[in-house]
């Protein structure tokens, strides 16, 4: 009798052992495998990264100047041959997109998956040039006038109230360097305002492909001012996917060259 | 008796009559002229209709205005989806995941080839900054002049034209000279006011150049200065001036084929 019932508590104890077992390695099974609704998704998410990293790839194996726009660590990094030159901590990212009277041009071709190409900047910079033209050699010659004293960045390019970096296909990039300055008085902020939202009527009226898209890029005020006057020639652009590990160049953080809180020049 | 009428001068114009001197007319004042536009404006009858239909006009323009321009959003990064072949099958998806996420292995491990490793050096040319990098460390920034981007015109002789502007892009270390002889070029002579020398050795100068020397191609150089208070103003021929104690520091780091990348 005791052996009977010895005998059916064991058996009672495999079968709860088996089935918590078989529960257990069902939830383990259930965890490990995503259905395929959800490996959709990530197969997405993995193609466009790699896409972007190959662009990237390309752009460092050559020899142009190229920004990197990192929107998960909100950044801007202006990069040549792999090398991080500058980075510029960005305070806020929008896209803007024409519309004439509350109807929106949207424009069809892709924007975020491709490298924005010849980037220039809007007011370009004037290299002011001084010309000297030396007198040949003689024995009356009197000594040449030492050439003055050159003036500083800050004096050479005085940075606008905003600017842009134009890229073929209609695309740019939009700095307000008066948005972030919390020292701009209201009056000039407005100012600022009133005059580009003229021109903002006026390119989302006749402009028809010259601002299809555009970026607008919210810098500190010393930053945008860094950019405009450090902003090489015919520059590129790559906007990074989301959803990726960080970008190789280290862990995102602010220039040690120019941090808000820094006042050196 | 009726006065006889006067007749008509030769030039149709009546005889001046005696009377006061003409004098300046007086202005009427800025007060008096207002109120006369006032009150022919109060006596001019507007049309309710016309005035109704211009409010109305200027309200639909007025909201057309401020519907026009860019609407701006926050950015969201776009939707992934699936190119090329779109697989249906879970057997199908599974592994092309997995050839997915080796390809991103893949691809991040050439990328993080593509940064420079050790030491490198970055000139921000239009700041006249100089910034002594290792991996993702800065060690150094420092003052710097880049080109001053003049230009100078020879009148006579050969006519030449040099621009003093330093090079944009990536360079390398070619060679380091520690107590630097700068054999003068044709324009720092012109410059100068100068007869040009036959004798290469008269073209020999040293102590200009500073220390330490790193040469990085075609004539320039990351060199010391005698103008340590002109640093940070482009004021060099296309060269990078850098001050004695930053430049000791670049030279104990650098080697030959460290890596210069000019903006």
């Known amino acids: 009798m005791t052996n009977h019932r010895a005998f059916m508590r064991t058996c009672l104890a495999m079968i709860v052992a088996g089935a918590a077992g078989l529960a257990v390695t069902t939830c383990a099974k259930g965890q490990a495998t995503p259905s395929p609704s959800e490996i959709r998704p990530q197969v997405a998410r993995l193609q466009r990264i790699n896409s972007v990293l190959q662009r990237q790839i390309e752009l460092a194996g050559g020899k142009q100047f190229y920004l990197v726009l990192d929107s998960g660590a909100s950044d801007i990094t202006l990069m040549l041959s792999g090398a991080e030159l500058q980075r510029y901590p960005v305070l806020g990212l929008q896209v803007g997109q024409p519309r004439v009277s509350w109807v929106r041009r949207r424009d069809p071709r892709p924007w975020q998956d491709v490298v924005w190409s010849h980037g220039e900047l809007d007011p370009p910079r004037q290299i002011d040039r001084l010309v000297i033209e030396a007198a040949p050699p003689g024995k009356d010659t009197a000594e040449p006038e030492a050439p003055p004293v050159p003036s500083t960045p800050e004096e050479l390019y005085p940075v606008p109230s905003r600017y842009h970096v134009r890229f073929d296909e209609g695309r740019s990039i939009e700095v307000r360097p008066l948005e972030a300055d919390a020292q701009a008085g209201r009056l000039a902020r407005l100012r600022a305002w009133w005059s580009a939202k003229w021109h903002d009527v006026v390119a989302a009226v006749f402009g028809t492909d010259r601002d299809a898209v555009r970026l607008r890029i919210v810098l500190n005020p010393k930053d945008a001012a860094s950019l405009y006057r450090s902003l090489p020639p015919a520059v590129h652009l790559v906007i990074l996917a989301q959803g990726r590990p960080p970008a190789p160049g280290g862990t995102p953080r602010p220039s040690p060259a120019r941090t808000p809180t820094e006042g050196k020049d | ?263």
């Open chain 2, 1 to 263: 008796m009726d006065p006889l009428p006067s007749l008509p001068t030769s030039t149709g114009a009546t005889p001046p009559t005696a009377g006061p001197e003409p004098g300046p007319v007086a202005a009427p004042p800025v007060a008096g002229l207002i109120t006369r536009a006032l009150r022919r404006l109060v006596q001019v009858r507007f049309d309710r209709r016309a005035v109704v239909a211009v409010a109305i006009s200027a309200l639909f323009v007025g909201i057309a205005w401020a519907g026009t321009g860019y609407r701006y959003q926050p950015f969201i990064d776009g939707p992934a989806t699936i190119s090329g072949k779109v697989p249906t099958g879970d057997g199908e998806l599974k592994p092309l995941a997995a050839r997915l996420d080796r390809r991103f292995r893949e691809l991040t491990a050439r990328l993080k080839t593509t940064a420079p490793r050790g030491v490198y050096i970055v000139i921000d040319q239009t700041q006249n900054r100089l910034y002594l990098k290792r991996d993702d460390d800065t060690l150094l920034e420092a003052r710097c002049s880049a080109g001053s981007g003049m230009v100078l015109k020879e009148t006579g002789g050969k006519k030449r034209e040099w621009v003093f502007d330093s090079p944009r892009g990536r360079f390398e270390v070619l060679a380091m000279w520690r107590n630097p002889v700068w054999a003068k070029p044709d324009w720092a002579f012109i410059e100068e006011g100068q007869p040009i020398p036959i004798n290469p050795a008269d073209r020999l100068e040293s102590g200009s150049l500073g220390e330490y020397a790193l040469y990085f191609g075609n004539g320039f150089m990351i060199h010391g200065t005698l103008y340590e208070r002109l640093l940070g103003r482009a004021v060099s021929h296309g060269c990078v001036r850098v001050g004695r104690d930053d430049l000791r520091k670049v030279w104990a780091n650098a080697r030959l084929g460290t890596r210069i990348y000019i903006y």
